[in-house]
């Protein structure tokens, strides 16, 4: 019993001058952590506002805005580590092997981030133009460090990972698209009052650009019919609507200008059976 209680006693002496000896250093380590914290977001908002100024794309300002508020707090966390004695060389070397540990079992991971460094800044395509990539495209919504998010016409979300991007392929149409529509005319008599026709409905749609300009001409002919292509410019997010609208129309238009269309073309071929004697 006098022995447990001896036990208990010495670690009662001993957590006691662990305290004294201690207690201070870890207070004022947790204070150097705390003011780092809050030092380190008055850093970040102060560069933020100062990188608006120079028009940054969002996701490249995000990047160095999270970067300077990284330091603030690794330079404050030295700081405190310093403060309770810790060696920071075998910390060091520690973290460097734990490191190249994690980068092997996180390759896709860190694939995605280097990725994500060289689209935001070789800036192959922005926030709001429309791109093909990968079997997929739709308008930029965001750039990320790991993804990048692409808005379609069903309001649904694609997230690309940014690894499938690099050293890809890459359509970027910008903020416009052009239209390729077909309208097939039966007779030459009727071309000039066609071209007219489609012309108009092209001028008459408010959603269509004015510059560049739209192209309407000949595209080919056959013994059957020739074909007029129609090619406006619209914004990206209208391109399948405005397409639908301008068909429609067309459709209206050169009926009332007593424009006709192709017949249908039905191919017969007859085969002679010879019967057996």
Not at 128 to 148: K, N, R, W
Request: hydrophobic share 50%; aromatic share 6%.
């Amino acid at each position: 019993m006098q022995n447990q209680l001896a036990v208990i006693e010495q670690a009662q002496n001993t957590l006691i001058d662990l305290g004294i000896k201690f207690g201070p250093k870890v207070v004022v380590a947790i204070l150097i952590l705390v003011v780092g914290f809050y030092a380190g977001r008055w850093v970040g908002a102060v560069f933020n506002r100062w990188l608006g100024k120079l028009q940054l794309e969002p996701p490249v300002q995000l990047l160095l805005v999270r970067l300077a508020r990284l330091m603030v707090v690794g330079l404050f966390l030295i700081m405190a580590l310093q403060n309770l004695g810790i060696e920071l060389l075998p910390l060091i070397a520690g973290l460097g092997l734990a490191g190249a540990g994690v980068a092997l079992a996180m390759q896709g991971v860190l694939g995605n981030l280097v990725a994500g460094l060289t689209i935001i800044f070789t800036q192959p395509f922005r926030v709001g133009e429309y791109v093909a990539i990968v079997g997929v495209e739709g308008q930029v919504e965001e750039i990320d460090l790991f993804s990048t998010k692409l808005s379609q016409g069903d309001c649904s979300m694609v997230i690309v990972p940014n690894r499938k991007i690099v050293g890809e392929i890459l359509h970027n149409y910008g903020h416009i698209r052009q239209l390729d529509l077909r309208v097939a005319i039966a007779r030459a008599d009727d071309l000039e009052r066609a071209l007219t026709a489609i012309a108009e409905v092209v001028k008459a749609n408010s959603r269509v650009l004015s510059q560049p300009a739209a192209f309407i001409g000949v595209r080919n002919l056959t013994d059957a019919s020739i074909g007029v292509a129609v090619k406006p410019w619209v914004k990206a997010p209208d391109y399948s609507s405005v397409g639908a609208e301008i068909n429609l129309a067309i459709i209206e238009k050169i009926r009332a200008a007593g424009v006709d269309y192709p017949p249908s073309e039905r191919k017969i071929r007859i085969v002679s059976v010879q019967e057996p004697h």
